[in-house]
């Protein structure tokens, strides 16, 4: 009866008229995250390309891109903080007014890093600024991952979560093709001295007019009808309320925070290596045109942006285990192969290498944003799911820069970052292998096996 109650419920929600239909909530989630992941990678394209100058000037250019992408991992390292914070109040008081906040965060950070004055200008305050600025895209991206799958996953009623969940996930792509694509139109309409003075501005401060779009969205949307429901629940039953949603998952959910961790490092990992790493490694190592990188940067987010919804389709028809190890084991198979091509310098293969990469990676991709909070129960979905991602993505992507860029200079060879990614792949197969498959259970269950388990063992103690 009470499973009934929640499915008519739901569905009452998300049909075609309401606030809560699947295109609207779709359609919030998908702008809202790519935006913010606009804001992410418009500063890691900085990073790499005039941060080092205008921010940390000095002899040794080496030592100016360090310092550049440590600030870049700034925003990765932070992004677990702003997850149990806003997982917190995300499983306290809903998912949508936090997603809100998110968006605002990060619009505003990025804006602000288009009017910081440079190190010539104010000196050693200019970095400060800048690494502030990042800690607070870090915190605001950190707790709007986990908001945007939710809101999809738990509107879902037709079982294809995996397919829709896989929308929120093309938010990457379509943010890095955002900013990458205004970053090669501001450097084809500037000259060189152009875009050092100025230019690199603009795609942080258009960010002002992007977050009001997305604000626009976002402020329509209704609450999940999962997480209602159960809060309709838990009015009857105050006794079952998670008070401390981080440390029930701590206790309660640590094989799941681990394996979500272990099953997103590497696609993580893969993602830079094959989308990012080339504006490094292409131009500084291979000394290849700016131009030719950042469009097949560009390219490779066309790509995933075409492959993810695909295996997202095919993860509800075959499981998400399948799909997710399929993907990382073609990404070992073409690591070393994608550095090949790169070697090769031949323009049409360094074109075409990071979109091939990058449609790899979408198997591993696509999955995530069903498989993870399907790990987790209702109460505590926010938090776990978002902990468990972000935690991920300090390894996966805040420190990834740095890693592959020393590995690049102790070998003078790319392949020795196909290594790399390949140890943290096989991680992500193990990690994978261990979880249980979640492709048909109802969000209503997801995750009350853990809990039941521990309330056992408790009831056997006593």
């Excluded at 450097?187 to 060189?192: C, F, I, K, V, W």
């Excluded at 075409?352 to 979408?362: H, T």
Aim: hydrophobic fraction near 50%.
């Amino acid at each position: 009866m009470t499973g009934t109650t929640i499915k008519s419920s739901s569905a009452e929600k998300t049909d075609g008229t309401s606030p809560n239909s699947m295109k609207r909530v779709v359609a919030a989630s998908f702008v809202g995250t790519t935006l913010e992941y606009y804001d992410f990678f418009a500063y890691g394209t900085a990073a790499s390309i005039v941060f080092p100058m205008l921010f940390f000037p000095g002899s040794d250019p080496v030592a100016g891109l360090l310092l550049a992408l440590a600030t870049y991992a700034v925003g990765y390292v932070v992004r677990p903080l702003g997850a149990a914070l806003f997982g917190h109040f995300g499983d306290k008081i809903g998912r949508k007014n936090v997603l809100v906040t998110t968006l605002l965060m990060m619009g505003l950070a990025s804006a602000l890093v288009g009017v910081l004055p440079t190190y010539t200008t104010i000196g050693i305050a200019a970095p400060v600024m800048l690494v502030a600025l990042r800690f607070i895209q870090g915190l605001g991206l950190g707790g709007e991952w986990g908001g945007a799958a939710l809101m999809v996953t738990e509107s879902d009623t037709s079982g294809r979560r995996g397919f829709f969940g896989s929308l929120v996930q093309t938010a990457a792509p379509a943010g890095l093709l955002l900013s990458t694509g205004v970053f090669a139109l501001v450097s084809a309409l500037t000259t060189d001295e152009q875009f050092l003075a100025w230019g690199w501005r603009i795609p942080f401060l258009a960010s002002f007019a992007l977050v009001a779009i997305g604000l626009y969205i976002r402020v329509q949307l209704a609450e999940s009808p999962v997480f209602a429901e159960a809060e309709a629940k838990e009015e009857a039953q105050r006794q079952q309320e998670v008070k401390a949603p981080l440390l029930h998952v701590l206790k309660h959910y640590k094989k799941e925070l681990f394996l979500s961790v272990g099953s997103r490092i590497g696609s993580d990992i893969a993602f830079y290596v094959f989308a990012m790493f080339i504006l490094v490694y292409g131009t500084k190592n291979l000394g290849l045109d700016e131009s030719l990188v950042l469009a097949a940067s560009t390219l490779s987010a066309v790509a995933q942006s075409i492959a993810i919804p695909l295996f997202g389709s095919l993860c509800d028809k075959v499981g998400r285990r399948p799909v997710m190890i399929g993907g990382a084991i073609g990404g070992i198979l073409y690591s070393f192969v994608f550095f090949a091509m790169l070697d090769s310098k031949i323009p049409f293969l360094v074109l075409i290498a990071p979109a091939i990469g990058l449609s790899i990676v979408a198997a591993m991709y696509a999955p995530i944003a069903s498989f993870i909070p399907e790990l987790f129960a209702t109460k505590v979905r926010y938090t776990g799911s978002a902990v468990g991602f972000q935690l991920a993505g300090v390894f996966g992507g805040g420190f990834a820069p740095l890693i592959a860029l020393e590995l690049v200079v102790l070998t003078q060879t790319g392949f020795s970052v196909a290594g790399y990614l390949s140890l943290t792949l096989v991680l992500m197969i193990i990690c994978v292998f261990l979880a249980k498959e979640t492709s048909k259970i109802t969000m209503e269950d997801a995750g009350s096996d853990s809990d039941k388990s521990q309330q056992e063992k408790l009831q056997e103690k006593h």
